[in-house]
């Protein structure tokens, strides 16, 4: 639902996921490489933070701004700077560190770790990994999984077609024709994304939607039925993700309401902390939403050219009032 500013409140729908070590490495252990060496007795530590930590610096005893809640690595610089320590500082050296509860280690290039970590994880139940990926590559991957597990995401009753290349989010009552107009727009070339349930997950600065995987790409189509989009149409007619670019709301004709006429005010949606651009499409029998459709699209690809008709216009027709304004004063 969305208020008189446009803001949408998806706060019921927001997955607010948690995530355990034993979750992160057991799903992912062929992708990441990972062995694990000690402490599989408390792998339900959960991974709260995003990011990954390299405890250079807090291995040599500065803990200042040290990222505790988060996986620590240990690479090249860690592994061979505790290799340059003594046992007797080494351990000393572990004991310390582990003392933070970290949720877990990994010990990247597969290097073989040193008896004082494994012994130390062992007294403070902290689980060591073993990865044979090399510390870049076993950061991006593991840095990535995280990044799109946590993401902020919501689903949605929604239709999702990427029309000319911009991905145009219907929403409306049920009942209102969303997926029959994005049929129409399948049938005139362009490509269904999701129709009925649309994941949206934030990255970054931008909104990708997809479909859920039990559905597919099949649509229903009241008094027909569930059809195959993919089977129909082809290959061609359905992508698996797209990033929402705009929001078309589809409503019934009120008389009574004022409707955008003009342009020139360029109304937006909040969707999990990014504005999107919104029109409101007031429908009637009749009325080809399809056509529409594709000059939405066309607009919002002339604004990211830099062109905005509107406003052209409405300076073209200040520019002729002034002009005649002058004129008079000449007269």
């Given at each position: 639902?969305?208020?008189?500013n446009g803001k949408v409140d998806f706060s019921?729908?927001?997955?607010?996921?948690?995530?355990?070590?034993?979750?992160?490495?057991?799903?992912?252990?062929?992708?990441?490489?990972?062995?694990?060496?000690?402490?599989?007795?408390?792998?339900?530590?959960?991974?709260?933070?995003?990011?990954?930590?390299?405890?250079?610096?807090?291995?040599?005893?500065?803990?200042?701004?040290?990222?505790?809640?988060?996986?620590?690595?240990?690479?090249?610089?860690?592994?061979?700077?505790?290799?340059?320590?003594?046992?007797?500082?080494?351990?000393?050296?572990?004991?310390?560190?582990?003392?933070?509860?970290?949720?877990?280690?990994?010990?990247?290039?597969?290097?073989?770790?040193?008896?004082?970590?494994?012994?130390?994880?062992?007294?403070?139940?902290?689980?060591?990994?073993?990865?044979?990926?090399?510390?870049?590559?076993?950061?991006?991957?593991?840095?990535?999984?995280?990044?799109?597990?946590?993401?902020?995401?919501?689903?949605?009753?929604?239709?999702?077609?990427?029309?000319?290349?911009?991905?145009?989010?219907?929403?409306?009552?049920?009942?209102?024709?969303?997926?029959?107009?994005?049929?129409?727009?399948?049938?005139?070339?362009?490509?269904?994304?999701?129709?009925?349930?649309?994941?949206?997950?934030?990255?970054?600065?931008?909104?990708?939607?997809?479909?859920?995987?039990?559905?597919?790409?099949?649509?229903?189509?009241?008094?027909?039925?569930?059809?195959?989009?993919?089977?129909?149409?082809?290959?061609?007619?359905?992508?698996?993700?797209?990033?929402?670019?705009?929001?078309?709301?589809?409503?019934?004709?009120?008389?009574?309401?004022?409707?955008?006429?003009?342009?020139?005010?360029?109304?937006?949606?909040?969707?999990?902390?990014?504005?999107?651009?919104?029109?409101?499409?007031?429908?009637?029998?009749?009325?080809?939403?399809?056509?529409?459709?594709?000059?939405?699209?066309?607009?919002?690809?002339?604004?990211?050219?830099?062109?905005?008709?509107?406003?052209?216009?409405?300076?073209?027709?200040?520019?002729?009032?002034?002009?005649?304004?002058?004129?008079?004063?000449?007269?």
């Amino acid at each position: 639902m969305s208020d008189e500013n446009g803001k949408v409140d998806f706060s019921l729908n927001v997955k607010k996921s948690s995530l355990t070590v034993g979750e992160l490495f057991s799903k992912n252990s062929e992708a990441f490489e990972v062995e694990l060496l000690s402490g599989g007795d408390n792998l339900d530590r959960n991974v709260s933070g995003t990011g990954l930590h390299y405890p250079g610096l807090a291995l040599t005893g500065f803990y200042y701004h040290f990222h505790q809640d988060k996986i620590q690595f240990i690479a090249d610089m860690e592994w061979h700077y505790l290799d340059s320590l003594s046992a007797v500082d080494r351990k000393a050296c572990l004991d310390r560190f582990l003392e933070f509860k970290v949720p877990a280690v990994v010990v990247t290039a597969g290097r073989e770790p040193h008896t004082e970590i494994l012994e130390s994880a062992k007294k403070h139940n902290v689980p060591i990994y073993r990865t044979k990926l090399s510390s870049n590559e076993a950061g991006k991957r593991i840095q990535q999984y995280l990044d799109d597990y946590f993401a902020p995401r919501v689903t949605m009753h929604a239709t999702l077609v990427d029309v000319y290349g911009i991905g145009m989010l219907y929403t409306g009552k049920s009942g209102i024709g969303k997926s029959e107009c994005a049929l129409d727009l399948i049938e005139r070339g362009h490509r269904l994304v999701a129709d009925d349930i649309v994941n949206i997950v934030r990255r970054e600065d931008a909104l990708v939607g997809t479909g859920s995987p039990l559905l597919g790409h099949h649509m229903e189509i009241r008094g027909v039925g569930i059809i195959n989009i993919q089977s129909l149409f082809g290959i061609r007619a359905i992508r698996l993700d797209k990033k929402v670019e705009a929001v078309v709301e589809l409503v019934k004709w009120d008389p009574h309401m004022a409707y955008e006429r003009l342009g020139i005010t360029e109304n937006t949606i909040d969707l999990l902390g990014i504005s999107v651009d919104k029109v409101t499409v007031p429908i009637f029998p009749g009325k080809n939403i399809t056509v529409i459709s594709e000059i939405i699209a066309m607009n919002i690809l002339l604004k990211y050219n830099g062109i905005n008709t509107a406003k052209e216009f409405n300076q073209r027709l200040l520019d002729a009032l002034e002009l005649k304004r002058r004129q008079r004063m000449h007269e």
